[in-house]
């Protein structure tokens, strides 16, 4: 089956929902072998899980469950006493029908057909987009959705009155979007469903930059090269909403003061060649890691994600998080702390450091990482976590995140596709096609594929036995 592309008739790839599917459920104890109900004591079902491990002998594990979910405090034993805390998961559930959505999609001629598809596709929970080719689109969310009894998922719930959940949300009552009147239908990992919807999918969801840059760059664009294009976007809009702040805090001396200068004509673009992109960075670490010094919060307890800093910048929102004398002032401290670890990591002139000197994608073998002359390929790449052509970052900004996959199916042809991976067609380290697409997928290209009539040298009849 194949899970991303096309067929003769439809389009589809899919986005992960973030959706809330599991929940930590506190289970009181009644005696050694059993937990307590709304019906009185009720035992664990115990099975026993043999792992042979290489050069050595047989372990075993010995698994309880309730009739929430397996028991995950018995791996650290760190639940409270008297308790346990098993987890329940939606995709655990008997009665999985994924292989056979997944299947009807792929046979699926309409959008009609692939929604009837995605009803069945009971786990992961995914936004699946389709276009057919009668021009219809549409967006459907996957996959089963716990309707919980009490709690928003995210923190443990109290197993013994009752089952933590009524069970899952029909699949009509999740939020999908069929033939908009704008003609566009896009998706980035941001929310799919507006606050008070009453699917509830979960409470912590990531910024919609990258969607609504998408959005911008859609219209007009009616050809599959312009498609590919939007897919190589690397311009950050959290960057350009975020440099007006940086722009007003007073022009610092010396070094920091020559890098403050180059911030000014920036439009947010993270390209390899320009220093903008590493000085913006280095400062955005830097002033998340103040903000939440400021706000109390311990050294390495939490990471101050971008949605949290724009939340802390955004007008009258940071005073808790940015102490005295304001945001403005944090700002400037954390420009200069960065600026200082950006010299002594590449040099005393900001006018030669450059975005792919640290936004690096390595690419190592993945059974094969002992061997370092094995590595595929180390690429100096554009974007960043929040722009369209993704470039997800470790903490010294090296590239581990990103569209291992670029794909535009031109529903104009029966058969055409534009597409290109990020390694190549061999994961044999020795075939001329490993790593053979690498730098071309840095670059931003695509390769067309489907037949090629003049490369046609033959044709094989397979005739059915008697």
Known sequence: MIVIGRSESIAWGFTTTHADTQDVVVERLAGPDAYETEHGPQP??????????LFGGEEVLRVRETRHGPVVSDLADTAPQGTVHAV?????LPGDTAAAGLLALNRARSLAEARAAAALISAPSQNLIVADSAGAIGLFVTGRIPDRRAGDGSLPVAG??????RGMLPFEALPHLERPPSGMVANANNRVSPPGHP??????????WRFRRILERLPGADTAEAQAAIQTDAVSLLARETLPLLRRIPRPGGLAGTAHDLLQGWDGEMS?????????HAWL???GRAALAAGGVPEGAAEARPEFLRHVFAEGNGAAWCGEPGCEALAARAFADGIAALAARFGDDPARWRWGDAHRARFAHPLLRFAPWLL??????????QTVNRGGMAADFSHVHGAGLRLVADLASPDGLLAIIATGQSGHPFSRHWMDMAQG??????????????????RITLTPAR
């Open 272 to 280: 390899p060649a320009l220093p903008q992109p590493l000085i913006f």
């Open 441 to 458: 997928w840095a670059a931003g290209g695509m390769l067309r594929i489907g037949a090629a009539a003049e490369a046609e040298a033959g």
């Open 285 to 287: 670490s830097a002033a």
């Open 44 to 53: 664990f079902a115990v099975r026993e899980e043999r792992l042979r491990v």
């Open 160 to 165: 013994h009155a009752a089952p933590a959940w």
């Open 88 to 92: 329940a998961m939606a995709n655990l």
């Open 199 to 208: 699917a509830f999918l979960g409470r912590d969801w990531h910024g919609d």
């Open 376 to 385: 595929g390929a180390d690429i100096a790449t554009p974007g960043d976590g």
